[in-house]
C-alpha cells in the first residue's frame, strides 16, 4: 500500500478520534506522533515511550511528554486495503495507549490486542 506521510497521519488522527472516550480522556502529558520508521530497523507498528500511570509517583513537575509513535512503513507494508489499514493503527493506538495504564504485552496479548 502506498500513502503519502500527510494521508497516513489524517487516517492516524481519524482512528484516535474514533476511540472511546473514557480511553483517552485519562491521557496526561502524551503527546501522539507518526514517524515512518523506527530507528532501529525494526518493524515495529508503534511504541509507547513514558512513565505508566502505574509508575509514575511524583511524575508531574516538569516532566517532558511521553510519546506514542505510529510507525508508518510497517503499517502500510502489513495492509494491502484502507479498511485492514485502519484496523491495523486502531489497534496499534489501543495497544499503546494501553501501556500507558500500565496495561504490559502478556495481558494485551491475552485481551487480543497484540
Do not use: K
Request: proline share 4%; hydrophobic share 40%; glycine share 8%.
Amino acid at each position: 500500500m502506498d500513502l503519502s506521510p500527510d494521508e497516513f497521519e489524517r487516517i492516524v488522527i481519524d482512528e484516535l478520534d474514533a476511540l472511546p472516550d473514557e480511553m483517552v480522556d485519562g491521557l496526561d502529558n502524551v503527546v501522539f506522533l507518526v514517524e515512518d520508521r523506527p530507528e532501529d530497523g525494526s518493524e515495529l507498528f508503534g511504541i509507547y515511550e513514558g512513565y505508566a500511570l502505574t509508575e509514575r509517583g511524583q511524575y508531574g513537575f516538569g516532566e517532558l511528554p511521553d510519546r506514542i509513535i505510529v510507525y508508518r512503513e510497517a503499517h502500510l507494508r502489513a495492509c494491502d486495503t484502507e479498511a485492514s489499514l485502519r484496523t491495523e493503527i486502531h489497534t496499534t493506538l489501543v495497544h499503546e495507549i494501553a501501556h500507558f495504564y500500565g496495561i504490559d504485552d502478556d495481558e494485551l496479548h491475552r485481551l487480543g490486542w497484540a
